[in-house]
């Protein structure tokens, strides 16, 4: 099982509409949780990061987390053609046994049609 | 600018001969990191720094070493590289343990 899974999509929203992006993560220790944004050839961007339960929102964005599902998820609203990229899910955890891991996802493909 | 350079961008080596991956970040963080990316893999871990002359493993170290002897620098040595070794290599810099990463523009290696 992989530490954090995230549907591959494609994902296709039409412009103007609200994308969603899901992610689930199997270490119930995980602290800490992000977004982060990778256009094609390039390196991932952070967007948002969350530490607790409930919604945390920036701009367009809002990053949702629900610990006791075990799920983060992302939603861009008044979607853009700029924000066609890949997602990719992060989770953290960090403790004296075992030192300070990140896990990605494969990430979702998004593409918002003009 | 705030930024994490790494260099080379590119660079094909042959089997068995030693490489080193420079990175250099000038935002003063205290963790660095490095990533591998390979498809259907994603992003992977392959050591982090929590400071000067701290290191520790991620999750795929075998094959890799690395060195942190000043807060800026963290050098990625492949001693013996191998063709499972071709991927897309990112190092990563963050202020604190629990804070996202910064990522520098990737080197795309080449072992045949």
């Known amino acids: 099982q992989k530490e954090v899974e995230q549907n591959s999509g494609p994902l296709s929203v039409p412009e103007g509409a609200i994308a969603s992006l899901n992610c689930t993560y199997s270490d119930r220790g995980s602290q800490s949780f992000f977004w982060y944004r990778q256009y094609s050839g390039k390196s991932p961007e952070l967007i948002m990061f969350i530490y607790s339960n409930g919604d945390k929102e920036d701009g367009r964005f809002t990053a949702q987390l629900n610990k006791a599902s075990q799920y983060v998820s992302l939603l861009i609203r008044d979607s853009q053609p700029s924000d066609s990229a890949t997602y990719l899910c992060a989770v953290n955890r960090f403790d004296d046994d075992t030192g300070n891991q990140f896990y990605f996802g494969t990430g979702t493909s998004l593409t918002v049609i003009p | 600018e705030a930024q994490v350079t790494q260099n080379p961008r590119y660079l094909i080596t042959v089997t068995g001969k030693k490489l080193t991956v420079t990175c250099s970040q000038n935002?003063?963080?205290?963790?660095m990191s490095w990533y591998r990316q390979d498809p259907g893999l994603g992003l992977r871990q392959i050591y982090y720094s929590m400071n000067v002359e701290v290191t520790d493993k991620g999750d795929v170290p075998e094959g890799y070493k690395v060195s942190r002897k000043e807060k800026r620098n963290f050098p990625l040595i492949l001693e013996s590289p191998s063709p499972n070794q071709t991927s897309l290599y990112f190092c990563a810099s963050s202020p604190t343990r629990n804070y996202g990463y910064t990522f520098g523009s990737g080197t795309r290696l080449t072992v045949v």
């Open positions: 935002m003063n963080h205290e963790y």
